[in-house]
């Protein structure tokens, strides 16, 4: 029987990715141009800072997914870490966003570092919650489409925030990194709040063997894990690298001031709004890997359009913009649904409930792969690019950085992914064996908590 939670229960949950995801986005697009443009720090530096901390940070995420997995309360195993993750964020966030030219080296990186702890426990607890509200293969994928769809409200809304301040207030660049700072930090303990006190955890299995740095390493061993990590460390980095360049490539290649260039990137992020129910319905018919295979390929040959746009034509940039938005969110919800079938495939394997440690997977290879498309900064540098002037080898650096180099991973994920050995069949046959061994002596889950939205048997069709 397919176990279904309510759309209402899953608002509810996805709410804390709106924040999350609108300091995700300026990390990437606007943070690192903020402070070598506006701020005067060196490019290199920059590029260095958000490459190392990003890299230094990911070490961190196999301890806290193995603390994941070995916590037990009464509030569940991934609320908890989801609470206490949620003040350092704000604090970073406001340290980050707020500062004032004069900032040093030192303020970058220490405060750089605050904010990817908490953003570790945020993003790795939110995401393995999800894992495990649903058991069944096409529930997973709603549920993430949910998550992804509130990572697209979030991008969608910081974005709205520049083209708002300095149209309507009149203010200027720095005051539109400001409010973005104030969105994240008062919006972020709200909807955490609102979603560990009324969704429900179902409680986890008993524990039978050790999660820890040793079972993270032996998880990558896994053919289907070491797939699936390839496919979502290299749809992070494409989209990352172009993430990355788009307001170079936009203001330098297309001739767009910097609102029209916000624009642009609003006009994406809410096509990618559009298209995260989209890719759920196309894996209900082939399955998620050939879904995100699909995408994969229309991103590939999207992201080449762009190079061939004329500049100065807004309404041909905005259908570019759309078209490469709508795979945006396959790979996010994808990637992670299917990451919770490979913990169903691991705890038959080994008996041993390891979500947090996939999920640890999952976000450090989409750290990996945004810091390595932030430190293009430093090979756009060694090619020839200057931020304040033109010359035609940094250029043509831009264009191959931002265009070519993800249709280029976008086409590997594709290959990837037609591969991929767990399908809903195999996941079918998994979860059989699974019931049979818990009914035998393994565990009978309890009631959900009281006060809290359970998971419920959908009506049957």
Request: with cysteine; charged share 15%; net charge positive.
């Amino acid at each position: 029987m397919t176990q279904r939670v309510s759309s209402w229960s899953l608002a509810r949950f996805a709410g804390p990715a709106i924040p999350i995801s609108a300091m995700g986005l300026p990390l990437v697009v606007y943070l690192p141009e903020y402070y070598i443009n506006s701020l005067g720090l060196p490019m290199a530096m920059v590029g260095a800072a958000f490459l190392i901390v990003k890299l230094v940070d990911m070490m961190l995420d196999p301890v806290l997914g193995g603390m994941m997995d070995r916590t037990r309360t009464r509030f569940g195993r991934f609320r908890p870490w989801l609470a206490a993750g949620t003040p350092i964020i704000a604090i970073g966030t406001f340290a980050l966003f707020m500062a004032q030219p004069g900032v040093g080296p030192l303020y970058l990186w220490f405060w750089l570092a605050v904010l990817y702890v908490g953003y570790s426990m945020v993003v790795l607890s939110q995401t393995a919650w999800g894992a495990v509200l649903s058991t069944d293969y096409q529930q997973r994928s709603r549920v993430f489409a949910w998550w992804q769809g509130a990572n697209v409200v979030g991008m969608i809304l910081v974005l709205c925030l520049p083209p708002i301040v300095t149209g309507m207030f009149k203010g200027d660049h720095l005051d539109s990194m400001h409010a973005m700072g104030w969105f994240i930090v008062l919006l972020a303990p709200l909807t955490v709040l609102l979603a560990v006190t009324t969704v429900g955890e179902p409680t986890a299995p008993p524990r039978h063997g050790k999660t820890g740095l040793k079972q993270y390493l032996n998880l990558l061993t896994r053919p289907s894990v070491r797939r699936l990590l390839i496919a979502d460390l290299l749809m992070g980095l494409a989209p990352g690298i172009a993430g990355t360049l788009f307001l170079f490539f936009f203001e330098r290649m297309k001739g767009f001031d910097k609102t029209q260039a916000g624009i642009l990137l609003l006009i994406y992020f809410i096509a990618a709004l559009a298209g995260a129910p989209l890719w759920p319905m196309l894996a209900k018919r082939i399955g998620k890997h050939r879904a995100l295979a699909v995408a994969s390929v229309i991103y590939a040959v999207v992201q080449l359009t762009a190079v061939i746009t004329p500049p100065g034509e807004l309404v041909l940039g905005m259908i570019v913009l759309v078209l490469a938005g709508l795979p945006y969110s396959a790979a996010q919800l994808l990637v992670r649904a299917m990451m919770a079938d490979i913990g169903d495939e691991e705890r038959l394997e080994s008996g041993v409930d390891k979500t947090g440690l996939l999920y640890a997977i999952v976000t450090g290879t989409v750290k990996l792969g945004y810091a390595l498309a932030v430190g293009v900064f430093i090979l756009l540098g060694m090619m020839g690019f200057d931020p304040k002037t033109p010359t035609p080898s940094g250029d043509a650096a831009l264009v191959g950085l931002y265009a070519f180099a993800p249709a280029i991973l976008g086409l590997v994920v594709a290959a990837v992914m037609m591969r991929y050995p767990l399908d809903e069949n195999r996941l079918a046959e998994i979860q059989r064996q699974l019931a049979a061994r818990d009914a035998t002596g393994g565990h009978t889950p309890p009631p959900a908590e009281p006060g809290h939205d359970a998971i419920l048997p959908a009506p049957a069709e």
